[in-house]
C-alpha cells in the first residue's frame, strides 16, 4: 500500500506510521511571481471526522410513550413509530425503537461514540426499564480533507474509469469507490475530498489510498485561493463540551447469549 506517512494525520491526535513519503509539490511562501505556481504550503493534510454512528441493543422492550413522558430532551415521533433523544456531552442524537434497538449520531470519534452509547443506555436504565449494553457496533463514518492544491477531476475520472465515476450534470464531485477496506470518496476540483467508510481506520487508508493519485492530477491554488482557504481554517472552531456529570464505570458492558 502507497501511504502518505506524515502527510496524512487524524484531527483527533492519532498519527498514522511513518511510511514511504510521495514527493509533494513544492512549496512557495506566495512571492512567486506567476500565481500559477503558488502552492499552499500546509505539509499536512489533517482527516476531521464528522460524524461516526453506530448502533446498540439495550436487549428489552422499551415503551416509547412511557420514555418521551418521563425523559428529558426528548421527541416521540408516533409517524416513524420511534422516539429521538438528545445529550451534550458528547453531542448526540439517538433514536430510539420499541424493540430496544438505538442508532446514535453525532460523535466525532469511536470512543466518543460509545461513551454516547453507554450514557443513552443509563438513561434507559434510570427509567426502570432492565437495560444492558449490547451488540455496539460502528455503522458508519464520515470523514473530510483538503489536498493541499487543487485537482483537475475530469482528467482523474477519465484515468480511472474503473473506481471513478463523474457526471457534472448531476453532482459537482467525482465518486470514487474503494472495494477493500470498504470506502466512497467524494473529490472535488477544490482538492476537498469526503469519506464515508464503516470505520475510522478504513476513512484513514482511504485518503492514504487516494493521495497519490489525485496528486498526479494537482492544479496549483492562486494566492486569493490560498488566503481564502486560510480564513476558513481560522473560522473552524472545536465544539466546546460541557462537564459530565454521570459516571459510567459502573455501567458494564453485556454480551450477546
Given at each position: 500500500m502507497n501511504g502518505i506517512g506524515e502527510v496524512v494525520g487524524l484531527a483527533n491526535g492519532m498519527m498514522p506510521e511513518a511510511q514511504n513519503v510521495p514527493e509533494l509539490p513544492e512549496v512557495?511562501?506566495?512571492?512567486?511571481?506567476?500565481?500559477?505556481?503558488?502552492?499552499?504550503?500546509?505539509?499536512?493534510?489533517?482527516?476531521?471526522?464528522?460524524?461516526?454512528?453506530?448502533s446498540f441493543s439495550v436487549g428489552c422492550h422499551l415503551e416509547l410513550r412511557q420514555i418521551a413522558r418521563c425523559a428529558h430532551n426528548v421527541e416521540y415521533r408516533r409517524e416513524s413509530g420511534m422516539v429521538t433523544l438528545k445529550i451534550r456531552n458528547p453531542p448526540t442524537t439517538a433514536s430510539i425503537w420499541s424493540s430496544g434497538k438505538i442508532t446514535c449520531t453525532g460523535s466525532t470519534s469511536e470512543d466518543e461514540a460509545r461513551r454516547a452509547a453507554r450514557r443513552i443506555a443509563r438513561v434507559i436504565q434510570k427509567l426502570e426499564y432492565p437495560a444492558k449494553f449490547r451488540n455496539f457496533r460502528i455503522v458508519n463514518v464520515l470523514g473530510t480533507c483538503t489536498m493541499p492544491f487543487n485537482i483537475k477531476i475530469t482528467p482523474f475520472s477519465q484515468t480511472y474509469r474503473e473506481a471513478a465515476s463523474y457526471e457534472p450534470e448531476l453532482h459537482p464531485g467525482v465518486t470514487y469507490k474503494?472495494?477493500?477496506?470498504?470506502?466512497?470518496?467524494?473529490?472535488?476540483?477544490t482538492g476537498s475530498i469526503t469519506v464515508t467508510a464503516p470505520s475510522v481506520s478504513n476513512v484513514q487508508y482511504a485518503i492514504e489510498h487516494i493521495y497519490p493519485k489525485v496528486q498526479s492530477f494537482a492544479k496549483a491554488r492562486t494566492p486569493e485561493e490560498i488566503e481564502r482557504m486560510r480564513q476558513m481554517k481560522e473560522e473552524r472552531s472545536p465544539t466546546p463540551s460541557s462537564s459530565d456529570d454521570e459516571?459510567?464505570?459502573?455501567?458494564?458492558?453485556?454480551?450477546?447469549?
Amino acid at each position: 500500500m502507497n501511504g502518505i506517512g506524515e502527510v496524512v494525520g487524524l484531527a483527533n491526535g492519532m498519527m498514522p506510521e511513518a511510511q514511504n513519503v510521495p514527493e509533494l509539490p513544492e512549496v512557495n511562501d506566495g512571492t512567486a511571481s506567476n500565481p500559477a505556481e503558488v502552492i499552499d504550503e500546509a505539509p499536512v493534510i489533517d482527516i476531521i471526522i464528522n460524524n461516526v454512528v453506530s448502533s446498540f441493543s439495550v436487549g428489552c422492550h422499551l415503551e416509547l410513550r412511557q420514555i418521551a413522558r418521563c425523559a428529558h430532551n426528548v421527541e416521540y415521533r408516533r409517524e416513524s413509530g420511534m422516539v429521538t433523544l438528545k445529550i451534550r456531552n458528547p453531542p448526540t442524537t439517538a433514536s430510539i425503537w420499541s424493540s430496544g434497538k438505538i442508532t446514535c449520531t453525532g460523535s466525532t470519534s469511536e470512543d466518543e461514540a460509545r461513551r454516547a452509547a453507554r450514557r443513552i443506555a443509563r438513561v434507559i436504565q434510570k427509567l426502570e426499564y432492565p437495560a444492558k449494553f449490547r451488540n455496539f457496533r460502528i455503522v458508519n463514518v464520515l470523514g473530510t480533507c483538503t489536498m493541499p492544491f487543487n485537482i483537475k477531476i475530469t482528467p482523474f475520472s477519465q484515468t480511472y474509469r474503473e473506481a471513478a465515476s463523474y457526471e457534472p450534470e448531476l453532482h459537482p464531485g467525482v465518486t470514487y469507490k474503494i472495494d477493500h477496506p470498504k470506502a466512497t470518496l467524494k473529490i472535488f476540483s477544490t482538492g476537498s475530498i469526503t469519506v464515508t467508510a464503516p470505520s475510522v481506520s478504513n476513512v484513514q487508508y482511504a485518503i492514504e489510498h487516494i493521495y497519490p493519485k489525485v496528486q498526479s492530477f494537482a492544479k496549483a491554488r492562486t494566492p486569493e485561493e490560498i488566503e481564502r482557504m486560510r480564513q476558513m481554517k481560522e473560522e473552524r472552531s472545536p465544539t466546546p463540551s460541557s462537564s459530565d456529570d454521570e459516571s459510567l464505570s459502573e455501567f458494564p458492558d453485556y454480551d450477546e447469549i
